[in-house]
Protein backbone atom coordinates (compact mmCIF):
# COMPACT_ATOMS: atom_id res chain seq x y z
CA UNK A 1 0.00 0.00 0.00
CA UNK A 2 2.72 2.27 0.79
CA UNK A 3 4.48 1.93 -2.30
CA UNK A 4 0.88 2.78 -4.17
CA UNK A 5 0.33 5.54 -2.51
CA UNK A 6 3.95 6.53 -3.05
CA UNK A 7 3.37 5.73 -6.63
CA UNK A 8 0.09 7.25 -6.94
CA UNK A 9 1.71 10.81 -5.30
CA UNK A 10 4.84 10.78 -7.95
CA UNK A 11 1.98 10.50 -11.34
CA UNK A 12 -0.19 13.18 -9.61
CA UNK A 13 3.28 15.29 -9.49
CA UNK A 14 4.09 14.00 -12.93
CA UNK A 15 0.85 15.31 -14.48
CA UNK A 16 0.49 18.47 -12.76
CA UNK A 17 3.83 19.19 -13.71
CA UNK A 18 3.70 18.18 -17.00
CA UNK A 19 0.31 20.37 -17.26
CA UNK A 20 2.00 23.61 -15.85
CA UNK A 21 4.16 23.86 -18.15
CA UNK A 22 1.59 22.89 -21.08
CA UNK A 23 0.98 26.55 -22.83
CA UNK A 24 4.36 27.60 -24.42
CA UNK A 25 4.81 30.78 -26.46
CA UNK A 26 6.06 28.61 -29.64
CA UNK A 27 4.32 31.23 -32.11
CA UNK A 28 3.11 34.75 -32.66
CA UNK A 29 1.13 36.06 -34.85
CA UNK A 30 1.62 39.92 -36.17
CA UNK A 31 0.19 42.45 -38.42
CA UNK A 32 -0.57 46.07 -38.97
CA UNK A 33 -2.15 46.44 -35.20
CA UNK A 34 1.60 45.79 -34.18
CA UNK A 35 3.29 48.50 -36.19
CA UNK A 36 6.64 46.90 -38.67
CA UNK A 37 8.40 44.69 -36.51
CA UNK A 38 12.14 44.96 -36.35
CA UNK A 39 14.75 42.63 -36.27
CA UNK A 40 15.26 43.07 -32.07
CA UNK A 41 11.86 42.48 -31.60
CA UNK A 42 11.87 38.60 -33.42
CA UNK A 43 14.89 38.50 -31.30
CA UNK A 44 13.16 39.01 -28.01
CA UNK A 45 10.84 36.49 -28.63
CA UNK A 46 12.91 34.19 -29.66
CA UNK A 47 15.82 34.56 -26.73
CA UNK A 48 13.49 35.33 -24.36
CA UNK A 49 9.87 33.75 -24.71
CA UNK A 50 10.82 30.36 -26.71
CA UNK A 51 8.92 31.56 -29.69
CA UNK A 52 10.09 29.34 -33.08
CA UNK A 53 7.59 30.77 -35.60
CA UNK A 54 5.91 33.65 -37.43
CA UNK A 55 1.98 34.52 -38.63
CA UNK A 56 2.39 37.35 -40.57
CA UNK A 57 -1.48 38.28 -42.18
CA UNK A 58 -0.93 39.38 -45.77
CA UNK A 59 -4.37 40.15 -46.71
CA UNK A 60 -8.18 40.41 -46.36
CA UNK A 61 -10.47 39.73 -48.73
CA UNK A 62 -9.60 40.71 -52.72
CA UNK A 63 -8.37 44.33 -51.99
CA UNK A 64 -6.58 44.65 -48.56
CA UNK A 65 -3.17 43.85 -48.52
CA UNK A 66 -1.34 44.17 -44.84
CA UNK A 67 1.36 46.76 -45.42
CA UNK A 68 4.09 45.64 -42.75
CA UNK A 69 3.90 42.02 -44.37
CA UNK A 70 7.06 41.98 -46.22
CA UNK A 71 9.06 44.17 -43.45
CA UNK A 72 7.51 41.64 -40.86
CA UNK A 73 8.65 38.63 -43.27
CA UNK A 74 12.36 39.60 -43.39
CA UNK A 75 12.68 41.28 -40.14
CA UNK A 76 11.48 37.45 -38.63
CA UNK A 77 13.65 35.52 -41.60
CA UNK A 78 17.14 37.54 -40.39
CA UNK A 79 16.21 36.89 -36.35
CA UNK A 80 15.96 32.65 -37.58
CA UNK A 81 12.27 32.08 -37.13
CA UNK A 82 10.10 30.40 -39.22
CA UNK A 83 7.78 32.45 -41.16
CA UNK A 84 4.24 31.55 -42.31
CA UNK A 85 1.55 33.98 -43.41
CA UNK A 86 -2.69 34.50 -43.41
CA UNK A 87 -5.36 35.82 -45.12
CA UNK A 88 -8.20 36.89 -43.74
CA UNK A 89 -11.82 35.39 -45.44
CA UNK A 90 -14.73 37.11 -46.28
CA UNK A 91 -15.75 34.77 -49.22
CA UNK A 92 -19.33 33.31 -49.19
CA UNK A 93 -19.12 31.06 -52.67
CA UNK A 94 -16.44 28.98 -54.41
CA UNK A 95 -15.44 31.55 -56.93
CA UNK A 96 -15.07 34.28 -54.17
CA UNK A 97 -12.96 31.46 -52.17
CA UNK A 98 -10.40 31.03 -55.11
CA UNK A 99 -10.59 34.50 -56.20
CA UNK A 100 -9.40 35.57 -52.15
CA UNK A 101 -6.80 32.83 -52.76
CA UNK A 102 -5.48 34.01 -55.97
CA UNK A 103 -5.08 37.31 -54.25
CA UNK A 104 -3.89 36.17 -50.93
CA UNK A 105 -0.99 34.32 -52.99
CA UNK A 106 0.38 36.91 -55.32
CA UNK A 107 0.50 39.53 -52.49
CA UNK A 108 2.32 36.65 -50.58
CA UNK A 109 4.73 36.54 -53.65
CA UNK A 110 5.11 39.92 -53.59
CA UNK A 111 5.64 40.13 -50.02
CA UNK A 112 8.52 37.44 -50.39
CA UNK A 113 6.95 34.65 -48.41
CA UNK A 114 9.22 31.95 -49.06
CA UNK A 115 7.79 28.67 -51.10
CA UNK A 116 6.76 26.14 -48.69
CA UNK A 117 5.26 28.56 -45.88
CA UNK A 118 2.12 27.85 -44.55
CA UNK A 119 -0.62 30.46 -45.64
CA UNK A 120 -3.36 30.38 -43.65
CA UNK A 121 -7.40 30.79 -44.04
CA UNK A 122 -8.46 32.68 -41.09
CA UNK A 123 -12.16 31.30 -41.03
CA UNK A 124 -14.23 32.98 -38.32
CA UNK A 125 -16.26 36.18 -39.96
CA UNK A 126 -19.84 37.28 -40.02
CA UNK A 127 -19.91 35.85 -44.23
CA UNK A 128 -18.95 32.10 -42.61
CA UNK A 129 -21.09 32.60 -39.77
CA UNK A 130 -24.44 33.34 -42.44
CA UNK A 131 -23.01 30.29 -44.72
CA UNK A 132 -24.22 26.84 -44.00
CA UNK A 133 -21.91 23.90 -43.63
CA UNK A 134 -21.30 22.60 -46.53
CA UNK A 135 -21.08 25.27 -48.31
CA UNK A 136 -18.27 26.53 -45.62
CA UNK A 137 -16.57 23.12 -46.33
CA UNK A 138 -16.74 23.99 -50.30
CA UNK A 139 -15.34 27.02 -49.67
CA UNK A 140 -12.75 25.85 -47.74
CA UNK A 141 -11.36 23.29 -50.09
CA UNK A 142 -11.37 25.55 -53.05
CA UNK A 143 -9.01 28.26 -51.07
CA UNK A 144 -6.42 25.34 -49.91
CA UNK A 145 -6.40 23.67 -53.58
CA UNK A 146 -5.65 27.51 -55.40
CA UNK A 147 -3.42 27.83 -52.03
CA UNK A 148 -1.34 25.24 -52.78
CA UNK A 149 -0.93 25.61 -56.68
CA UNK A 150 1.04 28.49 -55.66
CA UNK A 151 3.40 26.35 -53.93
CA UNK A 152 2.21 27.34 -50.54
CA UNK A 153 0.59 24.94 -47.88
CA UNK A 154 -2.78 25.76 -46.52
CA UNK A 155 -4.19 25.27 -43.14
CA UNK A 156 -7.69 26.29 -42.03
CA UNK A 157 -7.22 29.32 -38.50
CA UNK A 158 -10.75 29.29 -36.88
CA UNK A 159 -12.34 29.70 -32.98
CA UNK A 160 -12.73 26.55 -31.24
CA UNK A 161 -16.79 26.46 -31.19
CA UNK A 162 -16.92 26.60 -34.92
CA UNK A 163 -14.53 23.33 -35.50
CA UNK A 164 -16.97 20.60 -37.21
CA UNK A 165 -20.10 23.02 -36.29
CA UNK A 166 -20.00 25.55 -39.44
CA UNK A 167 -17.50 23.50 -40.86
CA UNK A 168 -15.01 20.82 -40.98
CA UNK A 169 -11.31 21.00 -39.69
CA UNK A 170 -9.29 17.86 -39.75
CA UNK A 171 -5.81 19.42 -38.10
CA UNK A 172 -6.35 23.13 -37.89
CA UNK A 173 -4.94 26.56 -36.23
CA UNK A 174 -7.39 26.41 -33.26
CA UNK A 175 -8.51 29.98 -30.89
CA UNK A 176 -9.56 30.02 -27.33
CA UNK A 177 -8.85 32.23 -24.70
CA UNK A 178 -9.53 30.72 -21.27
CA UNK A 179 -8.70 32.91 -18.38
CA UNK A 180 -6.10 31.14 -17.24
CA UNK A 181 -4.51 29.03 -20.68
CA UNK A 182 -0.90 28.24 -18.99
CA UNK A 183 -1.74 24.78 -16.78
CA UNK A 184 -3.94 23.61 -19.88
CA UNK A 185 -3.27 21.31 -23.29
CA UNK A 186 -6.10 22.46 -25.61
CA UNK A 187 -6.86 20.97 -29.10
CA UNK A 188 -3.94 18.48 -29.32
CA UNK A 189 -4.75 16.67 -32.08
CA UNK A 190 -4.45 20.15 -34.25
CA UNK A 191 -2.11 21.21 -35.33
CA UNK A 192 -1.81 24.45 -33.04
CA UNK A 193 -3.79 25.85 -29.88
CA UNK A 194 -3.73 29.96 -30.12
CA UNK A 195 -4.67 30.33 -26.07
CA UNK A 196 -4.14 33.94 -25.98
CA UNK A 197 -4.80 37.34 -27.66
CA UNK A 198 -3.44 39.97 -25.07
CA UNK A 199 0.37 38.92 -24.69
CA UNK A 200 2.47 41.82 -24.26
CA UNK A 201 6.46 41.35 -25.45
CA UNK A 202 9.18 44.11 -23.59
CA UNK A 203 9.77 46.83 -26.66
CA UNK A 204 7.39 45.41 -29.01
CA UNK A 205 3.84 47.60 -29.73
CA UNK A 206 0.72 46.82 -28.69
CA UNK A 207 -0.76 43.04 -27.84
CA UNK A 208 -0.57 39.41 -29.75
CA UNK A 209 -1.68 36.83 -30.56
CA UNK A 210 -0.01 33.78 -28.88
CA UNK A 211 0.03 30.20 -29.42
CA UNK A 212 1.29 26.44 -28.78
CA UNK A 213 1.84 24.00 -31.53
CA UNK A 214 1.65 20.72 -31.48
CA UNK A 215 3.90 19.41 -34.41
CA UNK A 216 6.46 20.77 -36.75
CA UNK A 217 3.60 21.98 -39.54
CA UNK A 218 4.54 25.41 -38.67
CA UNK A 219 8.05 24.67 -38.62
CA UNK A 220 8.29 23.10 -41.43
CA UNK A 221 9.86 23.64 -45.50
CA UNK A 222 12.41 26.29 -44.23
CA UNK A 223 16.08 26.41 -43.06
CA UNK A 224 15.20 29.66 -40.68
CA UNK A 225 19.40 30.53 -39.93
CA UNK A 226 19.72 33.86 -37.97
CA UNK A 227 21.83 36.93 -39.70
CA UNK A 228 24.73 36.85 -37.78
CA UNK A 229 25.10 40.03 -35.67
CA UNK A 230 27.88 41.01 -33.32
CA UNK A 231 25.72 40.98 -29.37
CA UNK A 232 26.01 44.76 -28.83
CA UNK A 233 26.11 47.28 -31.95
CA UNK A 234 24.97 44.96 -35.17
CA UNK A 235 28.36 45.72 -37.23
CA UNK A 236 31.78 44.87 -37.12
CA UNK A 237 32.94 48.45 -38.13
CA UNK A 238 33.16 50.05 -34.26
CA UNK A 239 35.38 52.64 -35.34
CA UNK A 240 35.20 56.47 -33.76
CA UNK A 241 37.36 59.02 -34.70
CA UNK A 242 38.97 61.56 -32.33
CA UNK A 243 38.01 65.43 -33.93
CA UNK A 244 38.99 68.25 -31.68
CA UNK A 245 41.39 70.37 -34.22
CA UNK A 246 44.74 70.57 -35.39
CA UNK A 247 47.31 71.58 -32.21
CA UNK A 248 44.61 70.16 -29.84
CA UNK A 249 44.18 66.97 -28.19
CA UNK A 250 41.21 64.96 -26.95
CA UNK A 251 41.55 62.88 -23.33
CA UNK A 252 41.78 59.63 -23.00
CA UNK A 253 39.95 58.39 -19.47
CA UNK A 254 40.26 55.41 -16.86
CA UNK A 255 37.28 54.94 -15.79
CA UNK A 256 33.87 55.56 -17.42
CA UNK A 257 33.29 58.11 -14.77
CA UNK A 258 35.87 60.64 -16.28
CA UNK A 259 37.60 61.04 -12.91
CA UNK A 260 40.85 61.09 -14.13
CA UNK A 261 43.05 60.49 -17.51
CA UNK A 262 45.73 59.86 -19.30
CA UNK A 263 47.61 59.95 -21.83
CA UNK A 264 46.32 62.81 -24.64
CA UNK A 265 44.90 61.56 -28.01
CA UNK A 266 45.56 63.50 -31.12
CA UNK A 267 43.28 65.01 -33.35
CA UNK A 268 41.68 62.21 -36.62
CA UNK A 269 43.20 59.25 -34.42
CA UNK A 270 41.02 56.09 -34.66
CA UNK A 271 39.82 54.41 -32.01
CA UNK A 272 38.31 51.04 -31.52
CA UNK A 273 35.09 50.92 -29.68
CA UNK A 274 33.32 48.56 -28.00
CA UNK A 275 30.44 49.74 -26.79
CA UNK A 276 28.76 53.59 -25.32
CA UNK A 277 28.23 54.26 -21.37
CA UNK A 278 27.24 57.14 -19.32
CA UNK A 279 30.18 59.14 -17.51
CA UNK A 280 29.35 60.60 -13.93
CA UNK A 281 26.93 63.46 -15.54
CA UNK A 282 25.52 60.90 -17.90
CA UNK A 283 27.40 62.44 -21.14
CA UNK A 284 27.92 59.30 -23.26
CA UNK A 285 31.50 57.57 -23.55
CA UNK A 286 33.24 55.63 -26.19
CA UNK A 287 34.68 52.29 -24.39
CA UNK A 288 37.97 52.05 -26.52
CA UNK A 289 39.66 49.63 -24.17
CA UNK A 290 38.53 47.67 -21.04
CA UNK A 291 39.65 50.83 -18.44
CA UNK A 292 39.70 53.20 -21.42
CA UNK A 293 36.84 55.65 -22.15
CA UNK A 294 36.76 58.59 -24.69
CA UNK A 295 34.02 61.24 -24.45
CA UNK A 296 32.06 61.80 -27.36
CA UNK A 297 31.88 65.15 -27.62
CA UNK A 298 35.81 65.06 -28.65
CA UNK A 299 34.31 62.72 -31.67
CA UNK A 300 33.30 63.36 -34.77
CA UNK A 301 30.03 62.40 -33.44
CA UNK A 302 29.80 64.90 -31.10
CA UNK A 303 25.49 66.21 -30.67
CA UNK A 304 24.85 64.02 -33.49
CA UNK A 305 23.30 60.10 -33.82
CA UNK A 306 24.54 58.20 -36.56
CA UNK A 307 21.87 55.38 -36.53
CA UNK A 308 23.83 52.45 -37.30
CA UNK A 309 22.19 48.74 -37.54
CA UNK A 310 21.42 46.54 -40.48
CA UNK A 311 21.70 48.06 -44.30
CA UNK A 312 18.20 49.39 -45.27
CA UNK A 313 16.82 48.53 -41.85
CA UNK A 314 15.39 51.02 -39.06
CA UNK A 315 15.38 50.89 -35.23
CA UNK A 316 12.39 51.79 -32.83
CA UNK A 317 12.41 54.67 -30.78
CA UNK A 318 10.32 55.09 -27.32
CA UNK A 319 8.66 57.58 -25.65
CA UNK A 320 10.31 58.63 -21.78
CA UNK A 321 7.84 55.47 -20.43
CA UNK A 322 10.24 53.39 -22.40
CA UNK A 323 7.25 52.78 -24.45
CA UNK A 324 7.81 51.84 -28.55
CA UNK A 325 6.61 54.48 -30.91
CA UNK A 326 4.82 52.80 -33.91
CA UNK A 327 6.58 52.59 -37.06
CA UNK A 328 9.29 54.56 -35.92
CA UNK A 329 12.00 52.32 -37.59
CA UNK A 330 10.53 54.06 -40.87
CA UNK A 331 12.21 57.14 -39.38
CA UNK A 332 15.05 56.06 -37.74
CA UNK A 333 17.02 53.88 -40.14
CA UNK A 334 20.52 52.83 -40.89
CA UNK A 335 22.92 56.36 -42.03
CA UNK A 336 20.18 59.10 -40.98
CA UNK A 337 21.08 61.65 -38.63
CA UNK A 338 19.71 62.68 -35.59
CA UNK A 339 20.28 66.37 -33.46
CA UNK A 340 21.30 65.18 -29.79
CA UNK A 341 22.27 66.61 -26.54
CA UNK A 342 25.58 65.68 -24.88
CA UNK A 343 23.54 63.52 -22.64
CA UNK A 344 22.41 59.80 -22.30
CA UNK A 345 19.12 59.11 -20.64
CA UNK A 346 18.46 55.50 -19.25
CA UNK A 347 14.77 54.90 -20.41
CA UNK A 348 12.66 51.72 -18.54
CA UNK A 349 13.09 48.69 -19.96
CA UNK A 350 15.51 50.09 -22.79
CA UNK A 351 18.71 51.47 -21.14
CA UNK A 352 20.84 54.05 -21.81
CA UNK A 353 19.03 56.46 -25.03
CA UNK A 354 19.83 59.26 -26.88
CA UNK A 355 17.16 62.08 -26.69
CA UNK A 356 16.83 63.12 -30.78
CA UNK A 357 12.88 65.55 -29.65
CA UNK A 358 11.11 66.23 -26.52
CA UNK A 359 9.82 62.69 -25.76
CA UNK A 360 11.25 60.41 -28.26
CA UNK A 361 14.53 58.06 -27.44
CA UNK A 362 16.85 55.83 -29.35
CA UNK A 363 18.62 52.99 -27.46
CA UNK A 364 22.54 54.20 -27.40
CA UNK A 365 23.55 50.78 -28.69
CA UNK A 366 22.60 52.13 -32.11
CA UNK A 367 25.56 54.57 -32.54
CA UNK A 368 28.72 53.23 -32.86
CA UNK A 369 29.85 51.94 -36.19
CA UNK A 370 30.81 53.00 -39.37
CA UNK A 371 29.41 56.08 -41.77
CA UNK A 372 30.21 58.69 -39.06
CA UNK A 373 30.76 62.52 -40.63
CA UNK A 374 33.06 64.95 -39.89
Not at 7 to 36: E, I, Q, R
Request: hydrophobic share 35%; glycine share 6%; with cysteine.
Amino acid sequence: MRKRIILLVALGLLFFCSKVKAATTDMVDVSNHNGYMTYDNFVDMRDNYGVKAVVTKISEGTSYHDYTAANNIQAAQKAGLYINGYHFAHYQTVQQAKDEADYACRMAKADGLPTGAVLVTDVESSEQQNTSYDQNKANNEAFESVVRLYGYRSNIYTMGSWVNYKFPVDKGWIANYPANPWPLKLYPTHHAWQFASDMTFNGSYGNFDVSTVYDNFYTASQTPTPSPQPPDNHTDNNVVTVKVGNNYAATMYHDSSASYDSTPLLDNTPWYSGKIVPDKNNRPMFQVGSDSFLAQRSTTLNGILDINYISGYGVLGYNGKGISIPNSNLRFKTGTLWATSDKLFNIPNVGWCYRVSTDEYVPANYQIGSGFKN
